[in-house]
Nanobody, 120 residues
Framework: QVQLVESGGGLVETGGSLRLSCAAS????????MAWYRQAPGKEREEVAF???????RYAASVQGRFTVTRDNAKNTVFLQMTTLLPEDTAAYFC??????????????WGKGTLVIVSS
């Protein structure tokens, strides 16, 4: 089995910063794309930042220039550095990864989420 575990969420004031981490463990043979999504109360889940195995990234327009996604392939971990946080960034943040697992085919995995609250 594969697990994705996020950490680093919390309460921060407007303008502050947080760094989220997501580590994959278990039967991980290879990881292709990884991404961070978020879901605010009453809203649909949206992609925030995406990174390929080789490090190519893309961002939602709402976070471009404020958030940075990176990964450590040796540690099967993806990070999201969030700066200049705004109240509208308040959401549950979920990690996504496309992982070659014990089936030797790529499967989609999700973490359980970490909560980010930005106070005004």
């Amino acid at each position: 089995q594969v697990q994705l575990v996020e950490s680093g969420g919390g309460l921060v004031e407007t303008g502050g910063s947080l760094r989220l981490s997501c580590a994959a463990s278990g039967s991980v043979y290879d990881i292709d794309d990884m991404a961070w999504y978020r879901q605010a109360p009453g809203k649909e889940r949206e992609e925030v930042a995406f990174i390929t195995h080789g490090g190519t990234t893309r961002y939602a327009a709402s976070v471009q220039g404020r958030f940075t996604v990176t990964r450590d392939n040796a540690k099967n971990t993806v990070f999201l550095q969030m700066t200049t946080l705004l109240p509208e960034d308040t959401a549950a943040y979920f990690c996504y990864a496309n992982i070659r697992d014990h089936t030797l085919s790529f499967q989609t995995y999700w973490g359980k989420g970490t909560l980010v609250i930005v106070s005004s």
